[in-house]
């Protein structure tokens, strides 16, 4: 079944840190989530790949997202190239979301500001129809595959799926999927006959290659950059969880020797990431917030429906 909503990152808990909370409240609205990390983690200072890719379950379950998956592209070294970009191509079109949300496209790190072009441009990408990703990409089947999976803890309601559907969700070798069985309920978000429900590709195409896909939205995640919002999320219900999401992370967050000097005590990140959250919630009026930014216009239809107060 599609994504309705998907989330690129540089590194497994960057996305529980900066929008974590809101893919929490979609998926408690019954839209199913999602998480895609490009590397495994293996150049952090703190833990190893195998310690991040237990945690990143387990942050993923709290967050009841739908599906994760980690990338093989090299921690440390994400690089907008043509092959990593395919690698992101693939994803979208396998799991066909209708928003995708990116770092903000500047930043400390460059493996977050590159995460952010990379992930722009294999959207526009997917959406090339004569773009064949699988005779492009069969090179890197010897390479090490992504991790992925259900998470059962998800709470999305699944949607009606075609035949076309059932057929196009066959796991890739070294990717595991399972779909909730009886699925009979549509997800509020994508609706049968929706244009974005997966297809195979047109006939005398190869059979490995899905149909084009481009996400509707894309917006930026943009917590960490000193820029105003075009909105944020009210998260005041689930911040405690999305809290939580974040502490699964134990390697990184328990105090230890390594990484002392630039990691924070475990005493003060819940001062600091509470401090950030209920900064963006008083500018809306409420108590947690997250923030985005979007590149397109905003479009309203009613003015007396507009959300916040003036004065």
């Known amino acids: 079944m599609p994504l309705d909503i998907l989330a690129l990152a540089a590194h497994r808990d960057d996305v529980e840190q900066t929008c974590g909370g809101t893919l929490l409240k979609m998926a408690e609205r019954g839209y199913r989530t999602g998480i895609l990390d490009l590397t495994q983690g293996e150049m952090g200072t703190r ?22 998956q980690a990338l093989d592209i090299p921690d440390g070294r994400v690089e907008n190239t043509w092959e990593n970009r395919l690698k992101v191509v693939r994803v979208l079109r396998e799991q066909r979301p209708r928003v995708l949300i990116l770092p903000y496209w500047e930043g400390r790190h460059p493996d977050h500001y590159t995460a952010s072009v990379l992930g722009y441009e294999a959207a526009f990408l997917a ?9 492009q990409l069969s090179a890197l089947s010897s390479q090490k ?3 992925s999976s259900e998470f059962p ?4 309601r699944p949607r009606q799926s075609s035949r076309s559907e059932t057929s196009a969700s066959t796991a890739r070798p070294g990717q595991s999927s399972t779909s909730p069985e009886g699925a009979k309920q549509e997800s509020p978000g994508r609706k049968s006959g929706d244009p974005s429900a997966i297809d195979r590709v047109p006939k005398g195409r190869h059979s490995d290659s899905l149909a084009p896909h481009r996400p509707f939205k894309i917006i930026y995640a943009s917590l960490y950059r000193d820029v105003r919002p075009t909105f944020v999320v009210d998260i005041t ?33 819940r001062a600091r990431v509470e401090s950030m959250a209920r900064f963006y919630g008083m500018q809306a009026g409420v108590t947690y ?8 216009m905003g479009l309203i239809d009613d003015l007396l429906a507009i959300p916040v107060r003036s004065i």
């Open 47 to 68: 833990g190893t790949a195998e310690d991040r890719a237990r945690e990143a379950a387990e942050a993923a379950r709290i967050l009841k997202a739908s599906w994760r």
């Open 153 to 156: 803890g998800s709470t999305a």
């Open 127 to 135: 959406g090339l129809a004569k773009l064949d990703t699988s005779s």
């Open 237 to 269: 219900e689930q911040f405690e969880t999305r809290f939580k999401s974040l502490m699964a992370y134990k390697s990184q967050f328990a105090d230890q020797q390594a990484g002392s000097s630039i990691f924070p005590a475990q005493a003060d990140i």
């Open 145 to 147: 595959p992504g991790v």
């Open 289 to 296: 917030a997250e923030p985005f930014v979007q590149k397109e």
